[in-house]
T-cell receptor
Framework: GEQVEQLPSILRVQEGSSASINCTYE??????FPWYKQEPGENPKLIID?????ERKQTQGLIVLLDKKAKRFSLHITDTQPGDSAMYFC???????????FGTGTKLQVVP | DTTVKQNPRYKLARVGKPVNLICSQT?????MYWYQKKPNQAPKLLLF???????READTFEKFQSSRPNNSFCSLYIGSAGLEYSAMYLC??????????????FGPGTRLLVL
């Protein structure tokens, strides 16, 4: 009951278009959902997160949506730029433990 | 300074030999974590320290040891490396645990290759 599924594993989009990554989780107690961006040779960095008391959060070209009923959350990058090309990981965690379960990652490629 | 440091960045080890990886942070974070990351797989939590209390995942319990002699420093120890230990090892820290579910800050990772 701890799996986090992430799709797609590879996403190629045209510069200026939007990109969407979807994650589902199993643990209904999960209440914290961060998203990490990892560029080649760099460590994962938190880019946005959402807690279970919200359904939507938006910041600087990023939108995260949370559907607790469906146990689904998603990241939407609007107006993608080449600098958005990276690996993206979703994660989910619950108050009952400090550990986060990560998705398998999405490799986003933004092409001109 | 929100930097988490890891040493070494690259480590070559022989099968059957011990491996010791080091992580440090100066943010006075309560919790430090170690993850194993293999290509095309999600980062897998191995263990974490909340203050001085070590929590190890059930399926990696016997494979990895750790120590945290002070708040800033945490090590990951493999007593006898096997080929399957080849992976990226990520250290992370967070300010708190529990209700706040605080942000985790990751180090750059140590790439371990076991031959």
């Amino acid at each position: 009951g701890e799996q986090v599924e992430q799709l797609p594993s590879i996403l190629r989009v045209q510069e200026g278009s939007s990109a969407s990554i979807n994650c589902t989780y199993e643990n209904s107690a999960s209440n914290y959902f961060p998203w990490y961006k990892q560029e080649p040779g760099e460590n994962p960095k938190l880019i946005i997160d959402i807690r279970s008391n919200m359904e939507r959060k938006q910041t600087q070209g990023l939108i995260v949506l949370l559907d607790k009923k469906a146990k689904r959350f998603s990241l939407h990058i609007t107006d993608t730029q080449p600098g958005d090309s990276a690996m993206y990981f979703c994660a989910a965690s619950a108050n009952s433990g400090t550990y986060q379960r990560f998705g398998t990652g999405t490799k986003l490629q933004v092409v001109p | 300074d929100t930097t988490v440091k890891q040493n070494p960045r690259y480590k070559l080890a022989r099968v059957g030999k011990p491996v010791n990886l080091i992580c440090s942070q100066t943010m006075n974070h309560d919790t430090m974590y170690w993850y194993q990351k293999k290509p095309n797989q999600a980062p897998k939590l191995l263990l974490f320290y909340y203050d001085k209390i070590l929590n190890r995942e059930a399926d990696t319990f016997e494979k990895f040891q750790s120590s945290r002699p002070n708040n800033s420093f945490c090590s990951l120890y493999i007593g006898s490396a096997g080929l399957e230990y080849s992976a990226m090892y990520l250290c992370a820290s967070s300010r708190d645990r529990g209700l706040n579910q605080d942000t985790q800050y990751f180090g750059p990772g140590t790439r371990l290759l076991v031959l």
